[in-house]
């Protein structure tokens, strides 16, 4: 068995220490087989990126963005790929985990039998997410860095964003688990989360859909994760990024607020 564990932030006061506290234990419990379900979430969408970026890629050719810019295939794939990757791993975290702590093991009950309030819970398993969003973001960018999709400072640019990314889709996640019922209700997240990554930009430019769809596509949350990424990546930033970070700041307040609310309304009866 393997553990480990982050050493105590004693620095920390009142409500991010309660949090970070969270995180410490969620960080104590880590098995070996853990580290197994993340290097799968991982390697899937280095498969996808494989498979239809290079692959196909090299049957359709170059892509011509909104702005004019010519991209190749892989280059336009990759950033919706570890946009992808980052909602993947933040999700993970804050649905079927949260779930499973909240409703079968009752680790928070517990955990608000101390000072630790509802709002530091869902803070400290956001963080916890964050760490596993961040991970897979940080390997998929140094993966693209090697195969020349983007350079190093781009990057650097694009790991800070997928922080936003990941926080977006940790803080919905967390919110939507607090309504399930059972594990099956889970399976309209997994469709609803498998529909994201079909049609959000992810592998055509959203001026292919008709406008009525395209509309549509550029509500989704993901489709806004991905247009931040991608123009960091391919260099090509822009003011409607601003709409892109707002869009993901206003998920992450109502995220946050609505799970608070939420875990308080379930456990403290």
């Given at each position: ?37 993340m ?46 990757s ?6 993970s ?18 955990m ?58 940790g ?74 970070i ?24």
């Open positions: 068995m393997v553990t480990f564990v982050l050493p105590r932030l004693i620095s920390f006061e009142g409500a991010a220490r309660r949090s970070a506290s969270v995180v410490e234990r969620n960080a104590a419990t880590l098995r070996s087989a853990y580290w197994l379900v290097a799968s979430g991982f390697l899937e969408p280095i498969l996808y990126l494989l498979s239809i970026g290079v692959g196909v890629g090299s049957l359709v050719g170059d892509l011509t963005l909104a702005d004019g810019r010519v991209v190749s295939y892989a280059a336009f794939v990759a950033p919706a790929m570890l946009a992808s980052a909602m993947t791993g933040a999700l975290e804050t649905t079927f985990n949260f779930f499973g702590k909240m409703k079968f093991m009752k680790l928070y009950d517990g608000l039998a101390t000072p630790v309030r509802p709002i530091e819970i869902a803070l400290g398993e956001l963080a916890w997410a964050m760490i596993r969003g961040n991970l897979y973001a940080a390997a998929f960018l140094i993966i693209m860095v090697a195969m020349d999709l983007t350079t190093p400072l781009r990057a650097l640019a694009a790991w800070t964003a997928t922080i936003l990314v990941g926080l977006a889709f803080a919905a996640g967390m919110a939507l688990s607090t309504y399930m019922r059972s594990w099956q209700d889970f399976d309209l997240v997994a469709s609803a989360q498998f529909a994201l990554f079909l049609f959000s930009g992810t592998f055509v430019p959203a001026t292919a859909y008709p406008a009525a769809l395209r509309w549509l596509v550029e509500a989704t949350p993901l489709y806004r994760a991905v247009d931040l990424v991608r123009a960091i990546t391919t260099g090509g930033l822009g003011w409607t990024q601003l709409i892109d707002a869009y993901l700041l206003t998920v992450v307040a109502i995220g946050l607020s609505v799970a608070g609310r939420r875990i308080e309304k379930l456990l403290c009866k």
